[in-house]
C-alpha cells in the first residue's frame, strides 16, 4: 500500500511540475547564442581599464523588451568590447539585440557616442551561433555647428 501511496504522489509532483511550466509560458531558455564586438572610434574615450563595464547590451523578446534574456559577459579584447550571450531562445522566436554605449564614454568634440547599426532583430535556431557587430563613433554636436551670425 505504501508503495502505491508513494508512486502516486511521485506521478502527480512530476504532473504537477510539468503543468506549472507550461502554464507560464514555458522556459525563456534554449541554445542559442548571439557574439561579437563592438569598436570603439578613435574619438570616442576612455579607453583604459575595464572601459566595457556598463555598456547596455541585451536580448529581448520583441514584443517585450523589458524581459531581458541569456546569460551575459562582455569583457575588453584587444581594444575593444567583445561579447556573449547564450541560452537563447532558439525555437524561432522573434528576439531583439541591442546595445546601448556606456555612460563613461565621451567624444572628443563633445558630441554624442552612437552606435550602429540600431537594435536588430534575431532569430535562433536550435544550436545556432549569430554573430552581430557594432560601431560607436561620434555624431557632430547639433546647434553649436550650424548656428550663424548676420
Same mark, same amino acid.
Given at each position: 500500500?505504501? !508503495?502505491?501511496?508513494?508512486?502516486?504522489?511521485?506521478?502527480?509532483?512530476?504532473a +504537477?511540475?510539468?503543468?506549472?511550466r507550461n502554464a507560464t509560458g514555458g522556459a525563456r531558455e534554449g541554445n542559442g547564442t548571439v557574439t561579437g564586438i563592438i569598436t570603439?572610434?578613435? $574619438? %570616442? +574615450? /576612455?579607453?583604459? +581599464?575595464? &572601459? =566595457?563595464?556598463?555598456?547596455?547590451?541585451?536580448?529581448?523578446?520583441? +514584443?517585450?523588451? $523589458?524581459?531581458?534574456l541569456g546569460n551575459r559577459t562582455v569583457r575588453v579584447? !584587444?581594444? !575593444?568590447?567583445?561579447?556573449? %550571450?547564450n541560452n537563447l531562445p532558439s525555437g524561432? $522566436?522573434?528576439?531583439?539585440?541591442? %546595445?546601448?554605449?556606456?555612460?563613461?564614454?565621451?567624444?572628443?568634440n563633445g558630441a554624442t557616442p552612437t552606435i550602429t547599426p540600431d537594435a536588430q532583430p534575431l532569430q535562433l535556431k536550435d544550436y545556432q551561433a549569430e554573430?552581430?557587430? &557594432?560601431?560607436?563613433? =561620434?555624431?557632430? /554636436?547639433?546647434g553649436e555647428a550650424s548656428t550663424t551670425t548676420p
Amino acid at each position: 500500500m505504501n !508503495r502505491i501511496a508513494i508512486a502516486i504522489l511521485l506521478l502527480t509532483t512530476a504532473a +504537477g511540475c510539468g503543468t506549472s511550466r507550461n502554464a507560464t509560458g514555458g522556459a525563456r531558455e534554449g541554445n542559442g547564442t548571439v557574439t561579437g564586438i563592438i569598436t570603439l572610434a578613435d $574619438e %570616442v +574615450g /576612455p579607453k583604459t +581599464g575595464d &572601459f =566595457c563595464a556598463n555598456l547596455g547590451l541585451k536580448v529581448t523578446p520583441a +514584443g517585450t523588451p $523589458e524581459d531581458v534574456l541569456g546569460n551575459r559577459t562582455v569583457r575588453v579584447s !584587444r581594444g !575593444r568590447c567583445s561579447y556573449h %550571450v547564450n541560452n537563447l531562445p532558439s525555437g524561432g $522566436e522573434q528576439l531583439a539585440l541591442s %546595445v546601448s554605449p556606456s555612460p563613461a564614454w565621451q567624444c572628443a568634440n563633445g558630441a554624442t557616442p552612437t552606435i550602429t547599426p540600431d537594435a536588430q532583430p534575431l532569430q535562433l535556431k536550435d544550436y545556432q551561433a549569430e554573430t552581430r557587430d &557594432f560601431r560607436v563613433s =561620434c555624431t557632430e /554636436p547639433t546647434g553649436e555647428a550650424s548656428t550663424t551670425t548676420p
